[in-house]
């Protein structure tokens, strides 16, 4: 039987305190494959792994949870719980955009740290109060590199992680230490994410709407015409259903000269193939992260050139809009950076780095008023009425979150 994804979760945190590798031993799939990542040795992309959660039901809790479809301890054969996707996102604070992105389609969040450094550090700040801004509020937090540390040092990082949290989405948050490198603990962690992170309820009946966080074309160099095959996107299905043979609109889309003049237009095509969860299936619904196959000229989807579009049936979709208006809300001090400072009001002419879904832009603050402002944006997005969006301003030599602000057209 062919069991999609239900839910997304994210796994946040400062760089190098172990979500990739976290990743890999719930999965068995590391998830830095581009080639700078690589050899880098960070996340730089947001990466993507299906588990299916299993149970042995002639062993106790939390022995009786594994990915494993023999059970390690009893041999016996074990029955499947749900899929879960997990979405891996990079911790360096030069790619808190790409966070911002991955944040928009996570169900829920692991917030990693690292036993073996303070807490907390800059990115770990940052990722909370980025999960604080994009609305994402049920949160588990894994104690990393245990194994690392003395029982002392162990017992004084949990205290340091309680004080952190106070206040904040994670307040109440279970703090499970584990050490990825070892899988220790990792079946106690699953039994926590069946307890706590249940499958959000979504709408089938609506119009289908998804949110495009990667796209590619998966043809070889030199492939001849007649083999050549059209662009995949990939996202997550926020609502509705889609199936093979369905038309497919994705905006904002392209720009396109017309009449001299330099404008955006859609992108239309058909649904040629659909995979969820590593298997090809006929169609898909809301929860997890899947691809779409589709007739579109594979040039139009490679390298992530489609990533912050939204797709659905053609005519269903919001308007592509340049300018609108913004009710900000900022947070009191500038998180990710040493020297903290008040977050001072916006000013006009002033840039921002805007989040919207899975899109990131530029908006130009043209009018900035008590309890509104008004942006253009270099990049056009799709948005919707009371949409909810990330802001953050330039500090220094990076763009550091700021708080959110509420769409108003």
């Known amino acids: 039987m062919k069991i999609q994804s239900e839910i997304n979760i994210g796994l946040v945190g400062h760089v190098d305190h172990g979500k990739t590798t976290l990743t890999k031993a719930l999965s068995g ?14 996340s730089i992309r947001l ?10 039901n002639k062993c106790p809790a939390p022995q009786c949870y594994t990915t494993k479809e023999t059970c390690e301890h009893c041999g016996s054969k074990t029955e499947i719980l749900r899929k879960v ?15 911002l992105s991955g944040a928009a389609i996570m169900d829920g969040a692991i917030l ?48 340091e992680i309680k004080d952190f949290v106070k206040g904040t989405c994670a307040e109440e948050a279970p703090i499970i230490p584990v050490s990825a490198q070892q899988s220790a603990n990792i079946d106690v962690l699953i039994e926590v994410i069946q307890q706590t992170m249940k499958t959000p309820r979504r709408s089938l009946r609506k119009s289908p709407r998804l949110y495009v966080a990667r796209s590619f074309d998966i043809n070889k160099p030199g492939s001849p015409p007649e083999k050549i095959k059209g662009g995949i996107i990939g996202g997550s299905l926020v609502q509705g259903k889609f199936h093979i043979g369905d038309e497919i609109e994705i905006k904002p889309g392209i720009q396109i000269k017309n009449k001299g003049k330099l404008e955006w237009t859609s992108l239309e095509s058909k649904i040629i193939g659909l995979e969820a969860a590593d298997e090809f299936v ?17 040039a139009l989807t490679k390298a992530d050139s489609l990533s912050g579009s939204i797709a659905g049936k053609p005519g269903t979709l919001p308007e592509t809009i340049q300018e609108f208006t913004i009710e900000p809300h900022l947070l009191e001090r500038v998180v990710g950076v040493k020297n903290e400072t008040d977050v001072e009001p916006i000013r006009s002419s002033e840039n921002l780095m805007i989040n919207i879904a899975t899109s990131t832009t530029i908006g130009l603050v043209t009018s900035a008023r008590d309890k509104e402002i008004d ?12 949409q909810r ?20 057209l």
């Not at 996707?85 to 790619?95: K, M, R, Y």
Request: with cysteine; aromatic share 6%; hydrophobic share 40%.
């Open 112 to 159: 990693v740290i690292g036993a073996n450094e303070k807490c907390p550090q800059p990115q770990t700040k940052e990722h909370l109060m980025a999960l604080d801004v994009i609305g994402v509020s049920n949160v588990i937090v894994v104690q990393n590199k245990i194994d690392t540390v003395s029982r002392e040092r162990a017992i004084e990082n949990y205290h």
């Open 47 to 56: 990466g993507y792994a299906d588990i299916t959660f299993r149970t042995c």
């Open 29 to 42: 799939i590391w998830t830095d494959t581009h080639s700078e990542e690589t050899k880098r040795g960070i």
């Open 389 to 408: 969006v990330a802001l953050s301003r330039r500090v220094g030599a990076r763009w550091r979150l700021i708080g959110y602000g509420i769409v108003k």
């Open 282 to 298: 006929e169609d898909v619904g809301p929860g997890g992260l899947i691809g779409i196959g589709s007739l579109l000229d594979p």
């Open 85 to 99: 996707s997990f979405v891996d996102s990079p911790g360096h604070e030069t790619l808190m955009a790409t966070m």
């Open 375 to 386: 942006v253009t944006l270099k990049l056009p997005v799709c948005a919707d009425d009371g």
